[in-house]
């Protein structure tokens, strides 16, 4: 029989709660007696908060009970992670992912028993083929050099802090990232807030530019030069950075709410304290490819020499063949291009453009190569990729596949302690990573943290080189996509079987390639804009 109590079945708890205070009354003044009068005081009163307010229908239907409902929606991630995921469950890194990386950065056992977990008859399962003749003298500090014709080339370690703005990170946070950058020789990118008094704790800095040119802009949002070279000058700024666009949110800006422009991060990105900080979601120092190589260009000589390059998620693809066509055209060659995927993190983002805007790291890494293979430059353009790239494995199929080195924002985070409870937009991070709460930031030790910084990267290195050595190389960037197979449902390939690899100066010859051919005769490199 089913009850038909709409009205009634509303006011159940708040009935409860007014007979519970009444019948404590004939009790009083006895202490437990007055105790449950007052809870069932509050829980009267906010029954009728429940009743009277107009924003949540649930409470209205199911005052006092429903805000149960509240509550198990927002510990619904710790109870999934505590309680029901397995190791190889858990978004977007599972947990498997999660404690090797606490595991390198607490420098506690790494190892495991028993077995793959995996499911290698999958399909798409994939694994990098190893040689009966193992290196037995691998590099064990594999470095690459950047912008090796610059006045000052950058000697960078092949795997690097990603781009993380003070302001999405807290003080302490990023402090422990520079310092573990300095202790382990590696590199520390500012993100685009600019280059703060918290990054200087000796790492080595690649200051990137966003469109709001924090640290380098004039009152009205503009790039000063002026500004910029001051900064740009120390001796801790390694590399320059623009930034076009981040894979987690390309193609949108953003706004720091006024009320978390602190003095001290107003400080920071040469903005007013308490006013909304906006990054507008395009330039206003460039607007075609040759404006954007002209602006790089006019970066590298104003730091004095320094490494100048680009960071994007690859989008519409002519607009990079116009950049190419531009380098042509120009002379003007960039240092370095980071691609990003768009299964990249952010602090905050929309979910369209977290979910499905951008192209994943693979193919836009594979086609930036593939662009600077084909116009015959890419010895001159070293490349960085950023995107859930968190073993030694992760970077070694990176590698073969195009990259240069590779860059990690959240597997940083998960040695900074990062519990992965996705509150990074709420300012209420459980583990003082990314909040700027005083007092939650407060719990991450600089100190301690930093050398687990420190130690992730080493391990992952370490281990990178027992990976690259159990494939006969000595040094990562001798990896090529032969290395590496997938299965595809009953068949098995090897990757240059899979993926189309363009040829040396393939594009200027006229490939055979549909694809590059008809891109390539819409890029222009006068306007971002298609040809015809
Ligand atoms: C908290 C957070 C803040 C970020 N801030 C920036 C930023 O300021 N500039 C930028 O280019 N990318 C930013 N990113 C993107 C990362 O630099 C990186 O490209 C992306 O997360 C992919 O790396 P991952 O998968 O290792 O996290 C941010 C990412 C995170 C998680």
New binding site residues.
């Given amino acids: 029989m089913q009850l038909h109590l709409p009205f009634t079945r509303r006011y159940i708890s708040l009935t409860i709660a007014v007979v519970l205070a009444a019948a404590s009354l004939p009790f009083l003044p006895a202490q437990p007696a007055l105790a449950l009068f007052a809870v069932a005081a509050l829980l009267t009163a906010l029954g009728l908060h429940d009743l009277l307010q107009r924003r949540h229908s649930l409470l209205r239907n199911y005052p006092i009970a429903g805000h149960l409902r509240f509550l198990l929606e927002e510990v619904r991630p710790e109870i999934r992670q505590y309680f029901l995921e397995s190791d190889t469950d858990g978004t977007p890194f599972n947990r498997s992912n999660r404690s090797v990386i606490y595991a390198r950065a607490k420098g506690q056992l790494d190892k495991r028993p028993f077995g793959t977990q995996l499911d290698v008859n999958a399909s798409d399962f994939e694994w990098l083929n190893h040689s009966i003749a193992p290196c037995t003298q691998v590099e064990t500090d594999p470095r690459i050099v950047i912008g090796p014709d610059c006045a000052q080339p950058y000697s960078a370690s092949i795997y690097n802090i990603?781009?993380?703005?003070f302001g999405?990170?807290s003080a302490n946070a990023i402090r422990a990232l520079n310092r573990g950058a300095a202790l382990g020789r590696f590199a520390h990118?500012t993100?685009?807030?600019g280059f703060s008094v918290h990054h200087r704790q000796g790492g080595d800095i690649i200051w990137?530019i966003?469109s709001g040119y924090f640290g380098c802009r004039n009152p009205d949002g503009t790039f000063s030069p002026e500004r910029f070279a001051e900064q740009a000058r120390e001796d801790q700024v390694k590399l320059v950075e623009v930034?076009l666009s981040?894979?987690?949110k390309p193609g949108h800006g953003g706004v720091l709410p006024a009320a978390k422009v602190s003095a001290e991060i107003a400080q920071a990105r040469g903005v007013p304290i308490g006013v909304d900080c906006i990054s507008p979601a395009r330039h206003s120092a460039f607007a075609t490819p040759i404006e954007l190589l002209e602006f790089v260009a006019q970066l590298r000589e104003r730091s004095g020499g320094k490494p100048a390059g680009f960071?994007l998620c690859i989008g519409l693809p002519w607009e990079f063949l116009g950049i190419c066509k531009a380098m042509l055209q120009t002379g003007i060659v960039p240092d370095f291009i980071v691609i990003?995927?768009t299964?990249?993190?952010?602090?905050a983002a929309p979910l369209e453009f977290t979910d499905h805007i951008g192209v994943p790291l693979r193919d836009g890494l594979m086609f930036a190569h593939n662009a600077l293979v084909g116009i015959g430059l890419r010895d001159r353009v070293r490349i960085g990729a950023?995107?859930?790239?968190?073993s030694a494995f992760d970077i070694a199929r990176t590698m073969a596949l195009g990259a240069d080195w590779c860059?990690?924002?959240?597997?940083f985070?998960f040695a900074l302690g990062c519990i992965q409870s996705q509150h990074?937009h709420t300012d209420r991070c459980p583990t003082g990573v990314?909040t700027q709460d005083p007092a939650r930031q407060r719990a991450l030790d600089v100190g301690d943290k930093s050398e687990r910084v420190a130690r992730f990267h080493a391990t992952t290195v370490e281990a990178l080189g027992e990976v690259v050595a159990a494939a006969g190389l000595a040094h990562p960037q001798e990896l090529r996509p032969r290395h590496f197979s997938r299965r595809l449902d009953l068949t098995v390939a090897q990757f240059d079987q899979i993926y189309r690899f363009l040829g040396p100066g393939e594009l200027l010859a006229g490939t055979d390639d549909p694809r590059y051919r008809s891109t390539w005769a819409l890029a222009r490199a006068d306007s971002f804009s298609p040809a015809g």
């Fill in positions: 990603s781009a993380m703005s999405a990170l990118d993100g685009e807030g990137e966003g930034k981040q894979g987690a960071k990003d995927g299964e990249g993190g952010t602090g950023a995107g859930k790239i968190v860059n990690a924002a959240r597997g985070m990074c990314a």
